[in-house]
């Protein structure tokens, strides 16, 4: 009868709230139930034992002084006070599950703009990931604009993997794409695709800026340098040195989401693309660490005006699939290997339009 009576009912209160932490609705309504029924029964149980009074088994109304002797004597037991004690508790759970739910519904919706925001990282600079996480419905419109698009593969990794064990080709493709991400983000570039060693990357995407062709220019020749000092380091340890050659176009492209729900792809189509595509692989024919096409580095002298004194010209190309030939221009850096007849791989046959 004592226990009934005095505050053990508000441990149950306290479990309660430790169940809520679970972020489980169902173990919350679980608990409740399971706390309302034993203690519902403790109640039934102590009501019907032959010592217990109570104001339900009176004989007759009592008046002040036995009502106030009925409820201090030791036996007493009051049904109002546990159908209160149940009736607090009930709501209590109630609320909480409420709480629970929506807490757990806020906390998904939190996991999925964090994953989406996480997946935006893995292509677009910080800058660019923040406004479309925002509004990221701005990279399922199908636009049609001007980009530049640059391509850059690693000159002779087919050879130098097949020297590897696939668990060192991982690693070096690893540390390799690593560099260029960093690279690329720094100058506000968007990492469209990896394709082994080939890297596509478009500056002006999702939405095209005055700067796009003299920030892509930066990105290529920082790529050179951090690639020619990587290489140094690789010699160091006892590595063969890597170099890669890297393809620049500028045009208009169409830009947006392709594919179905489970597998979406953020891609730029059209001619630029393949023009760039090819002109990287001229590298290798041209031994230029850097092919661009005259319309992106007119681009760029509109953009800052000085140009790029230190591309040469190497006259119109015609390239596979193109009817127009394409006015090109070379850079060489000093590490740049040699020219070699032209061997396209299975990635540097691939068209994009």
Same mark, same amino acid.
């Given at each position: 009868?004592?226990?009934?009576?005095?505050?053990?009912?508000?441990?149950?209160?306290?479990?309660?709230?430790?169940?809520?932490?679970?972020?489980?609705?169902?173990? !919350?309504?679980?608990?409740?139930?399971?706390?309302?029924?034993?203690?519902?029964?403790?109640?039934?149980?102590?009501?019907?034992?032959?010592?217990?009074?109570?104001?339900?088994?009176?004989?007759?109304?009592?008046?002040?002084?036995?009502?106030? *002797?009925?409820?201090?004597?030791?036996?007493?037991?009051?049904?109002?006070?546990?159908?209160?004690?149940?009736?607090?508790?009930?709501?209590? *759970?109630?609320?909480?599950?409420?709480?629970?739910?929506?807490?757990?519904?806020?906390?998904?919706?939190?996991? *999925?703009?964090?994953?989406?925001?996480?997946?935006?990282?893995?292509?677009?600079?910080?800058?660019?990931?923040?406004?479309?996480?925002?509004?990221?419905?701005?990279?399922?419109?199908?636009?049609?604009?001007? !980009?530049?698009?640059?391509?850059?593969?690693?000159?002779?990794?087919?050879?130098?993997?097949?020297?590897?064990?696939?668990?060192?080709?991982?690693?070096?493709?690893?540390?390799?794409?690593?560099?260029?991400?960093?690279?690329?983000?720094?100058?506000?570039?968007?990492?469209?695709?990896?394709?082994?060693?080939?890297?596509? !990357?478009?500056?002006?995407?999702?939405?095209?800026?005055?700067?796009?062709?003299?920030?892509?220019?930066?990105?290529?020749?920082?790529?050179?340098?951090?690639?020619?000092?990587?290489?140094?380091?690789?010699?160091?340890?006892?590595?063969?040195?890597?170099?890669?050659?890297?393809?620049?176009?500028?045009?208009?492209?169409?830009?947006?989401?392709?594919?179905?729900?489970?597998?979406?792809?953020?891609?730029?189509?059209?001619?630029?693309?393949?023009?760039?595509?090819?002109?990287?692989?001229?590298?290798?024919?041209?031994?230029?660490?850097?092919?661009?096409?005259?319309?992106?580095?007119?681009?760029?002298?509109?953009?800052?005006?000085?140009?790029?004194?230190?591309?040469?010209?190497?006259?119109?190309?015609?390239?596979?699939?193109?009817?127009?030939?394409?006015?090109?221009?070379?850079?060489?850096?000093?590490?740049?290997? *040699?020219?070699?007849?032209?061997?396209?791989?299975?990635?540097?046959?691939?068209?994009?339009?």
């Amino acid at each position: 009868h004592l226990n009934m009576r005095l505050g053990n009912f508000s441990y149950f209160f306290v479990y309660l709230a430790a169940t809520a932490l679970t972020y489980s609705p169902s173990k !919350v309504t679980v608990a409740a139930v399971a706390v309302g029924v034993c203690w519902s029964l403790a109640a039934f149980t102590i009501w019907l034992l032959p010592d217990t009074l109570s104001m339900v088994a009176a004989p007759s109304p009592l008046d002040g002084p036995d009502l106030l *002797a009925m409820i201090l004597h030791p036996r007493f037991f009051s049904i109002m006070t546990v159908a209160g004690q149940l009736v607090l508790f009930g709501l209590t *759970a109630w609320v909480l599950t409420i709480a629970v739910r929506r807490g757990r519904s806020l906390m998904v919706q939190r996991i *999925a703009a964090e994953s989406d925001r996480a997946n935006l990282a893995r292509y677009f600079p910080p800058d660019v990931t923040a406004r479309l996480a925002r509004d990221p419905s701005a990279l399922d419109r199908v636009r049609r604009q001007r !980009v530049v698009v640059v391509f850059m593969d690693l000159v002779g990794f087919t050879r130098l993997s097949e020297q590897l064990t696939p668990e060192a080709v991982l690693q070096l493709l690893r540390e390799y794409h690593s560099r260029v991400a960093e690279t690329v983000f720094a100058h506000g570039g968007s990492l469209e695709k990896f394709i082994g060693d080939a890297v596509k !990357v478009t500056f002006g995407t999702p939405d095209p800026r005055p700067d796009d062709p003299v920030r892509a220019l930066a990105a290529a020749h920082a790529l050179i340098e951090i690639m020619a000092a990587w290489s140094v380091e690789r010699e160091a340890a006892g590595l063969p040195p890597l170099h890669v050659g890297i393809g620049i176009h500028a045009g208009e492209a169409a830009v947006g989401n392709i594919g179905d729900g489970r597998s979406l792809e953020y891609t730029v189509i059209g001619d630029t693309v393949n023009v760039a595509s090819r002109l990287e692989r001229l590298t290798r024919t041209k031994g230029a660490s850097i092919v661009v096409s005259k319309d992106f580095l007119d681009a760029v002298l509109a953009a800052n005006g000085l140009g790029d004194p230190r591309f040469e010209a190497a006259g119109d190309v015609s390239l596979r699939n193109r009817a127009e030939p394409v006015p090109i221009l070379c850079w060489r850096a000093a590490s740049a290997p *040699a020219p070699r007849p032209d061997t396209p791989r299975a990635h540097e046959v691939e068209d994009y339009d």
